[in-house]
């Protein structure tokens, strides 16, 4: 069952046992004691008692005239009259404030209840005798007695029904609801009893009608008792208001005590520096943090002003700032400053200064919060430069040099005479150093150059590693050009002398390219762009030299860049052709074999020479694609031819590698995978290589090419003579012959002289065990001489031009091909062995 159906049973109860009891007081109502003035006392009860109340001063409860009237008619007239009085009365005092109607007949029931109780304990206690209840002779003490049982019993019983009600309402506990609501109540009923006790002795002296004429004056003094108790009322509330207020004064005292104490110990024990200081700067007072920040006491503080250990370039916005404080622009100010140590040392500073009252003069007091940011300064300035300089050389890295690139830039465009170049700096050859020497000596080596570059330039100059072996300065201010370009000749200079690295001699050069901004030069990626093209050419040129850039430059490399692009899809789309040229022998005439030659037909520019696109092609990395597709190519289509002409003489092809294709780790193997794949047979495959080859990759390609010369190739050295020639790499590598170069055959006058360094690489060739090719054969006296000198094999325009490869099958084919022509020929016992 929930609370709120029990509290309607509860409701139901006490309303039906409240009209029983005023039914039954109805039923055994002395009608014969009724006179006019009982009604005149009933009305007055209802209509006027109840509304008349007066608050018991500290107290919840309110005396009403009302009780005074239902315990007067109790003792007057008897229990039947005040219990059907005190029902009404309920009523009619409830309707004026309760909403529901059900709790106005529940209000009534209550006290015509509680009042028929009241009757109840009075008899069975014997005082309900008339003459007890109003006191007559020696009854006085019962009197009383029955007075104090009226309102006890009354208190009980009345709170009590109220309680239940409300405790079934509010799921309160019963006592918890008296306690808390009902039992102020106690001294309303106790005064009412009193007073019906005070009027039934004036009746028994005077008469009910006496009584009935002293209710006005009973009212006015209880409206007099009533102005009485609310004075003291507010002479109690003031007084509470007093103590309250004082309680509140010594509260707040003890507070300020407790806070100006904590202030001082919040103030000297602060873990940052605080101080007191005077609008001139002077230290006023200062906590021990600060004393240890800068390093003096407290007495050598207040010996002097902030001025004086501040840094003089932080003072200026100081003062502005102090100022604005003071005249309430602003309310803080928190910056960062530098103070002199006491040791010397500078201390970096977080700064807040504020204001505050002097109660003691009409001057301002500064408050400064000073808090140590040295170690935060020196990470901030550590990272800035780990973010803004290469690691290992300590130079600028390229973040910082474009930056003040950039603003060398805006300075020139604001100051037409303001100048600004850049100098591009590349190594020549530094990977060299790394793949001989190891990373540990080229590292070593970077730092000896940044070292040198540093003491070629001018102070207001700045040099930067960009990355690897790249190095850039940047020239601004108010100069010429030959100063520019004596920093480039002074760099060259340094270079000449060679490093002495962890015991190794190393000598370095390095091409740099020059640029002089122009007006074009508008951001510092064009200055860069355009040092880069120099530094380019530069090394195009020769290496360890230096260019300046001029607009033709740029239109080259916008040339070279528009190659590349051709490149690229001339390799993918197997636009690159192969011609072939005989190569004959010298002592029998017959045709040795053939040389697979590069040609490119571009469809806008016509013919390519190899010089151009087959570096090109190395620089941007196509030279493996483009090397196995030439290679494929020839041997697929050499291979038909020779197969075919199987019944004659052994014939070869020879084939030119790159050295950038020794650096692909695979090439032995994709080379073996493209003679199985196309048939060519190995020993009839010549691979050409320069001599450049052994210094860029050493004893990987010394072994790259024994594994070839395992699978039965021959190796030849290409160009020998005008390369680096390194003769102990000839006794080290399985090579099979010497390519004489075609600037070494020119020469070869008509009469047969300038031969000296033919001969040489004949002799060379000869005490080696090797055989010789000489290439570019022009001229029957150039082929005489080098037949008188014995040398091997020749090719050349006058015995046969390259040819695709139609041409070169049907040459071949043809048989008055396959041998030297006579009429090259004067020597008529070579005529003769020719024939």
């Not at 108790?229 to 003890?254: P, T």
Request: proline share 3%.
């Amino acid at each position: 069952m929930t609370s709120q159906n029990s509290n309607k049973i509860y409701m139901a109860v006490v309303i039906i046992a409240g009209l029983i009891s005023m039914l039954g007081a109805l039923v055994y109502m002395p009608v014969e004691r009724l006179d006019i003035y009982v009604l005149m006392l009933a009305c007055i009860a209802i209509a006027v008692g109840s509304r008349v109340t007066a608050q018991i001063p500290s107290f919840k409860s309110h005396i009403a005239v009302s009780d005074t009237f239902i315990f007067l008619a109790l003792l007057t007239i008897g229990g039947e009259f005040a219990i059907i009085l005190a029902g009404f009365e309920a009523f009619f005092s409830s309707w004026r404030f309760c909403n529901k109607k059900v709790t106005v007949f529940f209000n009534a029931a209550a006290m015509a209840l509680s009042t028929a109780i009241v009757v109840f304990v009075l008899k069975v206690s014997g005082l309900y005798a008339a003459s007890q209840l109003h006191g007559y002779g020696p009854n006085a003490q019962n009197f009383i007695i029955a007075l104090s049982v009226i309102a006890l019993t009354q208190f009980i019983v009345n709170t009590a029904l109220c309680s239940f009600y409300d405790s079934l309402k509010s799921d309160v506990a019963l006592w918890e609801t008296w306690k808390s609501k009902y039992i102020w109540t106690f001294l309303t009923y106790f005064v009412g009893a009193a007073n019906a006790g005070v009027l039934v002795r004036l009746s028994g002296t005077f008469g009910f009608r006496v009584v009935l004429l002293t209710i006005p004056v009973i009212f006015l003094l209880f409206l007099t008792y009533r102005m009485y108790l609310k004075n003291v009322e507010i002479s109690m509330r003031q007084a509470e208001q007093a103590n309250e207020y004082a309680k509140v004064l010594e509260k707040q005292s003890g507070a300020l005590r407790e806070s100006e104490q904590r202030f001082r110990s919040a103030f000297s024990y602060a873990p940052i520096g605080i101080a007191l200081v005077s609008q001139e700067g002077k230290w006023l007072k200062v906590n021990h943090a600060l004393s240890d920040i800068l390093g003096y006491t407290a007495e050598e503080f207040l010996a002097t002003d902030f001025q004086a250990i501040i840094f003089p370039e932080d003072l200026g916005v100081s003062l502005v700032k102090i100022h604005e404080v003071r005249s309430g622009k602003i309310a803080n100010w928190q910056m960062e400053q530098r103070y002199l140590h006491k040791s010397g040392r500078t201390v970096w500073t977080s700064w807040s200064v504020s204001s505050a009252d002097n109660d003691r003069s009409d001057s301002l007091i500064l408050i400064f919060q000073i808090q140590d940011i040295t170690d935060k300064k020196l990470f901030e300035e550590k990272l800035q430069h780990e973010a803004t300089h290469d690691a290992l050389t300590g130079l600028p890295n390229r973040s910082y040099f474009m930056t003040r690139l950039a603003s060398a830039l805006q300075k020139a465009k604001i100051n037409p005479k303001y100048r600004v170049s850049v100098l591009f700096i590349d190594l020549d050859r530094f990977k060299n150093v790394n793949d001989s020497l190891g990373h540990f000596v080229g590292d070593q080596l970077l730092i000896a150059i940044a070292d040198r570059l540093r003491e070629c330039m001018r102070p207001p100059d700045i040099v930067a590693r960009l990355g690897g072996d790249e190095f850039t300065i940047l020239v601004e201010g108010r100069n010429y050009q030959e100063e520019v370009t004596s920093i480039a000749e002074r760099i060259q200079n340094k270079f000449n002398t060679p490093f002495n690295i962890s015991g190794h001699e190393v000598y370095s050069s390095a091409s740099i390219g020059i640029l002089l901004a122009s007006e074009r030069h508008r951001t510092s990626e064009d200055m860069m762009r355009d040092a880069d093209t120099a530094m380019y050419h530069a090394k195009r040129a020769g290496k360890a030299r230096h260019e300046v850039f001029d607009e033709n430059m740029h239109f080259a490399v916008k040339q070279t860049l528009q190659l590349e692009t051709d490149l690229r899809k001339a390799v993918d789309n197997e636009e690159i052709s192969v011609f072939y040229q005989p190569v004959f022998s010298l002592a029998t005439g017959k045709i040795k074999g053939v040389e697979a030659l590069m040609r490119w037909s571009h469809p806008d520019r016509g013919e390519i020479s190899p010089d151009k696109f087959i570096p090109l092609a190395e620089e941007i990395g196509l030279i493996d694609t483009l090397g196995e597709s030439i290679l494929r190519k020839a041997c697929l289509q050499m291979g038909s031819v020779y197969e075919a002409l199987s019944s004659r003489s052994r014939l070869t092809l020879s084939v030119n590698l790159s050295c950038k294709q020794f650096g692909q780790p695979t090439l032995v193997q994709n080379i073996k995978n493209i003679l199985k794949e196309t048939g060519f047979r190995p020993n009839r495959l010549k691979l050409e290589i320069t001599e450049s080859v052994f210094f860029e990759y050493q004893e990987k390609a010394i072994q790259m090419l024994h594994d070839l010369r395992d699978l039965g190739i021959e190796l030849d050295i290409d160009d020998f003579g005008t390369g680096y020639s390194n003769l102990s790499y000839l006794v080290r590598l399985p090579i099979s012959t010497l390519k004489i170069d075609r600037s070494f055959i020119s020469p070869i006058s008509d009469d047969g002289t300038n031969t000296e360094i033919v001969k040489t690489i004949l002799d060379l060739a000869g005490n080696l065990g090797l055989k010789t090719i000489a290439e570019g054969i022009e001229t029957t006296t150039q082929l005489n001489t080098l037949k008188k000198l014995k040398c091997e094999y020749g090719q050349g325009f006058l015995l046969a031009k390259p040819m695709n490869f139609e041409d070169v099958r049907e040459f071949m084919f043809d048989e008055e091909n396959m041998s030297i022509p006579k009429a090259y020929i004067k020597d008529v016992s070579i005529v003769s062995t020719l024939q």
